[in-house]
């Protein structure tokens, strides 16, 4: 059995992958919904679960999602749910809105405050979690009108409550 990763390959394991999907065995039809839901989602929105027993290929599928996503113009914004971060607030959300931060100096200023304070960019008032979730729903609005957005969240079990809920 041959194990591929992102890394150099190894002498020995035949042919390496040209991608991610290409490392892939056996999944032809999932691939296939991946790659149409992708389509249809960059063009009206939506939401995917994939979900299944540790082990089966969950982040390689994803890796496939975002790679189609990336390939079709979009931008992925990507987070992976890490165990020992999942009680730290809102600690997924500033992984996974980093590359769109630069956006909040158009969101409403209490908007803009309380996701400051959230994703751990200033100090102020507890964030109010209402105003946090529509800061966040306001900041994707602004990044999705320049461009089509994937948001990928590998674990979810381990992103932190404040975080998931979120999203």
Do not use: I, M
């Not at 490392?23 to 991946?34: I, N, P, Q, S, T």
């Not at 389509?39 to 027993?53: A, I, M």
């Not at 979690?129 to 994937?150: G, K």
């Amino acid at each position: 059995s041959h194990q591929f990763s992102k890394g150099a390959p190894v002498a020995g394991d035949g042919p390496v992958p040209r991608s991610t999907a290409d490392a892939l065995v056996g999944r032809d039809r999932e691939l296939e919904l991946l790659r149409s839901f992708v389509d249809q989602v960059l063009g009206r929105g939506g939401v995917l679960l994939l979900s299944g027993e540790p082990g089966v290929g969950k982040s390689v599928l994803l890796d496939t999602a975002a790679d189609s996503a990336t390939a079709a113009g979009a931008l992925v914004l990507r987070s992976a749910g890490v165990e020992f971060l999942g009680d730290l607030g809102f600690s997924g959300l500033n992984h996974v809105l980093g590359p769109v931060l630069h956006e909040c100096d158009g969101l409403d200023p209490a908007q803009r405050e309380a996701l400051t304070v959230a994703v751990g960019g200033g100090d102020g008032a507890p964030v109010d979690l209402l105003v946090a979730y529509a800061a966040v729903q306001a900041l994707l609005r602004r990044a999705a009108a320049n461009q089509p957005v994937l948001l990928v969240v590998d674990g979810p079990q381990w992103v932190a409550r404040a975080s998931a809920a979120v999203r």
